[in-house]
């Protein structure tokens, strides 16, 4: 079965996933995300991010973090067939937050979109699956 299995990182050592973005030209950009199954968000990035591949208008909304701007990415996960539009936020307090614990981290994959795939971790790794 494909999978996306990734060893944890960072301090302390955490689960994350890799995504791709594609803008409206096609554009496209990897990048690494914290899986966080507490966030109620599918995706935060960082304010420069959302605005480089923003698909249309969504509504903000505010947080602990301060106020995150809302728009719509297309993500894909290439090893697994996954391609879909999400609504997503933006905010440099959570990029921050996430990047304090590795700098690789490019925002935060909450539970809506870990929940649109299959996936779990064991002492070693953290993976995704298609369901």
């Not at 966030?39 to 208008?57: K, T």
């Not at 999400?86 to 990047?99: E, P």
Request: aromatic share 10%; glycine share 10%.
């Amino acid at each position: 079965m494909p999978e996306q299995r990734n060893s944890y990182k960072g301090s302390p050592l955490r689960s994350w996933v890799r995504l791709v973005l594609v803008a409206a030209d096609g554009t496209t950009r990897d990048f690494e995300t914290l899986a966080d199954t507490g966030n109620p968000c599918a995706l935060i990035v960082g304010r420069p991010l959302l605005r480089q591949f923003n698909l249309g208008l969504a509504p903000g909304m505010s947080t602990n973090f301060g106020a995150l701007d809302g728009g719509w990415l297309r993500v894909q996960i290439p090893e697994l067939a996954f391609d879909a539009t999400i609504l997503a936020y933006g905010s440099d307090a959570v990029l921050q937050a996430a990047q304090a614990s590795h700098s690789d981290f490019a925002g935060l994959a909450g539970l809506p979109l870990l929940r649109m795939l299959e996936y779990g971790g064991d002492r070693d790794s953290f993976w995704l699956r298609s369901p």
